[in-house]
C-alpha cells in the first residue's frame, strides 16, 4: 500500500461506525465513510466536540452542523498551500492520501532534466497541477466545473506558482483530448482522476467501468516520442489496483514500452495504528 506519513496539517486521528475524526489545521472534522465497517470504541475525547460534522441524509446528500468552523481555511503540504471549504457531500477541496503521488509527481519531473510537458484531467482543485508546477513543469490544468478550476487557481497563488506555465481549462475532459489530438499537440505526461460517474456536455453518461479503458486510450494519442510518466487514480470500490495495471500494460507499455504499478493508497491512523485504504492509483512510467 502507498501511504504518506509526512502530513503536519493533517491529520486521521480515528475512524469508528462510518466515520473519521480528521484534524484539517486548526480543526476538528467528523465526515462519513462508508468503508469503515467496523465500530470500534470511540475514546479520544475530540469525537465528543468537533468544529463541525457532515450528516448523511437519509434522502441522500447531506448537510454540515458547524460548531466553530470559518467558511474557509488554508493548510500546507511541505511547499504548497491548500485553501480547504466545506463543501456539499463532504468534501473539502483535497484529498490528502493524494500526497504519496504529489511526492511522485515532484521527483519524476525533477529527475527527468528537463522541462516536462503535464497534462493534469479532471484536475478538481489543482494539488497534482501544484505539484507537477513547482517540480518545474509545464502544465495544462482541465476540469469541466468552472468553480473548480478558480479554487485551483487560489491554491495556486497561495503556493506561488501562479507566475509557473500552467493553462487553466474549464472544459470537458473528452471533448478537450480530442481538439488536442487534431490540433496535434502532445504531452509528455498525462495525470487523470476520472470520476466513478458522472454525465457530459450533451447528457452523455460516464461510468468508469464501461468507459476508463477507451478513455485511456485515447488519451494515449496525446503522449509525446519521449513520455516520461502517466498517473491514473480510481476511487471507484470494487475496482481494483490490478485492473489499473492491466489497462496501463495494454495501452501504454504495450506501445511505448516501460512498466505499470498499481496500489492501493491509505492514510495511517493515528489512533489504533491501522491504516484506512483510500482507493488505488496506477502509476506508468518510461525509462
Known amino acids: 500500500m502507498w501511504l504518506n506519513d509526512n502530513w503536519t496539517d493533517y491529520e486521521l486521528i480515528d475512524c469508528s461506525d462510518g466515520e473519521r475524526l480528521e484534524r484539517w489545521g486548526d480543526f476538528i472534522l467528523i465526515r462519513p465513510d462508508p468503508q469503515v465497517i467496523w465500530k470500534t470504541p470511540r475514546s479520544d475525547p475530540r469525537w465528543r466536540n468537533p468544529s463541525a460534522r457532515y450528516i448523511r441524509s437519509t434522502r441522500g446528500g447531506g448537510a454540515w452542523e458547524r460548531f466553530n468552523l470559518p467558511d474557509s481555511w488554508s493548510i500546507g503540504y511541505r511547499n504548497l498551500r491548500f485553501n480547504i471549504k466545506p463543501m456539499n457531500f463532504k468534501h473539502t477541496g483535497i484529498f490528502p492520501e493524494q500526497a504519496v503521488n504529489w511526492e511522485f509527481i515532484d521527483k519524476r519531473i525533477k529527475a527527468s532534466g528537463r522541462e516536462l510537458s ?170
Do not use: Q
Request: aromatic share 10%; with cysteine; glycine share 8%.
Open 118 to 287: 503535464v497534462l493534469n484531467l479532471f484536475a478538481y482543485t489543482g494539488a497534482a497541477t501544484l505539484a507537477a508546477a513547482a517540480a518545474g513543469a509545464s502544465v495544462c490544468h482541465v476540469d469541466a466545473a468552472k468553480g473548480m478550476v478558480s479554487w485551483a487557481r487560489e491554491n495556486a497563488e497561495a503556493s506561488s506558482v501562479s507566475s509557473k506555465p500552467i493553462r487553466w481549462i474549464v472544459d470537458d475532459c473528452r471533448a478537450f483530448i480530442e481538439r488536442e489530438i487534431r490540433r496535434g499537440r502532445f504531452y509528455d505526461a498525462i495525470i487523470m482522476d476520472p470520476p466513478s460517474y458522472g454525465r457530459g456536455p450533451s447528457g452523455e453518461i460516464w461510468k468508469l467501468e464501461d468507459d476508463l479503458y477507451n478513455f485511456v486510450l485515447l488519451c494515449s494519442r496525446l503522449l509525446s516520442e519521449r513520455p516520461s510518466f502517466v498517473l491514473l487514480n480510481s476511487y471507484t470500490t470494487g475496482l481494483s489496483a490490478s485492473v489499473l495495471t492491466y489497462i496501463c500494460e495494454s495501452v501504454f507499455s504495450a506501445h511505448f514500452g516501460g512498466e505499470s504499478i498499481s496500489d492501493e493508497l491509505g492514510l495511517p491512523v493515528t489512533g489504533s495504528g491501522l491504516i484506512l485504504p483510500c482507493g488505488s492509483s496506477c502509476r506508468w512510467t518510461l525509462g
